[in-house]
């Protein structure tokens, strides 16, 4: 039995409870967020857990197990838990508060799974060796495109061969609205308020329309398989604001359509990401990457081109990548549970 300790209750966290209710090889025995927090070394009943958090986000009022304000290694004293999910907002500036708390984690001999970028993007080395250094597992699926397993894949079926550039179609939210544009003929504005209405676009979304998310996902892609340091200091990023319905339908005319992709040349001197949208014909393996799909092709060396399409954005398609990388660690190094 794999025993859980979750930070962030948003709507990753809260369809993450789900999943884990609905499996008897783990169970949830904390769950915190910014106020408050809630604990049962026996575990938790997520049904219940999500119930309540549809209406309150105060877990101190949740029964005996409620608390206030906490503190991670206070927690970690109380509660004993194999692995921390970590699904806080992202901070892309400091990587924190989530970035202490991973650490705090680790340093506590936990297995760490995090579906935050901020953290992934700024420390990935110093968490990765630090989870090495102890024999941990340090999960970042969900921080790289989620249910398109970029990084699972990488990890895996990429060994033995060199990576030499990636190219990716990875936010869904401007896939969405390109879809819904050339489509269904929706304005810019309507197609914006419909992928926010479906859940799928930052709390802020102009890192998705603006190519932000985009950049961060390429980044953290090239520094955990590649072993880079990019940072979003050298990317070069354009978002699909200033493309017109006109634009989108003048490309349909010619059987072409727009996609906002990442590419990043790794045999360059001083390879940099770049993001822009791109007018892409039926050649391209991302012509038919529709609607909240994604897609990642990776060139290398010695296995030629891959690509692996699909894995559209969605909250339980973000939990159930955090639940494949519990099972990832599980495989390899977790066999004490
Ligand atoms: N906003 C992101 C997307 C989801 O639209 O793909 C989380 O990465």
Redesign the pocket.
């Given at each position: 039995m794999i025993r859980i300790g979750l930070v962030g209750t948003g709507g990753v966290g809260r369809a993450l409870m789900d999943l884990v209710g609905e499996r008897d090889d783990m169970k949830l025995v904390f769950a915190l967020n910014s106020r408050s927090g809630v604990g049962d070394q026996e575990g938790l009943d997520p049904e219940r857990l999500c119930g309540y958090l549809g209406e309150n986000r105060d877990l101190s009022g949740f029964g005996e197990e409620g608390f206030g304000v906490w503190d991670i290694q206070e927690v970690l004293q109380r509660y004993h838990v194999d692995l921390l999910v970590e699904a806080t907002p992202t901070d892309k500036r400091t990587g924190e508060p989530a970035t202490s708390t991973i650490r705090v984690a680790l340093q506590n001999g936990l297995h760490v799974v995090t579906a935050n970028k901020g953290p992934v993007m700024l420390h990935y080395r110093e968490l990765k060796d630090l989870a090495n250094g102890k024999g941990l597992g340090f999960g970042i699926g969900a921080t790289a495109g989620?249910a398109l397993p970029t990084i699972s894949a990488g990890e895996n079926d990429l060994l033995g061969s060199r990576l030499l550039g990636i190219r990716g179609v990875l936010?869904?939210?401007t896939n969405y609205i390109l879809h819904l544009m050339e489509t269904e003929g929706v304005a810019y504005t309507d197609a914006l308020r419909q992928a926010q209405e479906e859940g799928?676009?930052?709390t802020d979304p102009s890192q998705?329309v603006e190519g932000w998310?985009t950049a961060i996902k390429m980044t953290i892609i090239a520094n955990a398989l590649a072993g880079t340091d990019l940072t979003l200091e050298g990317a070069q990023v354009t978002g699909i604001t200033q493309l017109t319905g006109e634009d989108i339908m003048a490309a349909k005319r010619d059987g072409k359509r727009y996609r906002l992709l990442g590419e990043l040349n790794l045999e360059d001197e001083n390879p940099r990401v770049v993001v822009r949208p791109l007018m892409v014909s039926q050649e391209d393996i991302f012509f038919g990457v529709q609607g909240k799909n994604?897609g990642v092709q990776y060139m290398t060396d010695n296995l030629g081109e891959i690509a692996i399409l699909g894995g559209a954005?969605d909250v339980r398609g973000?939990a159930a990548a955090i639940i494949r990388d519990i099972l990832q660690i599980k495989k390899r190094i977790f066999r004490k549970v």
């Open positions: 989620a936010n869904g939210t799928i676009a930052e998705d998310d994604k954005s973000a």
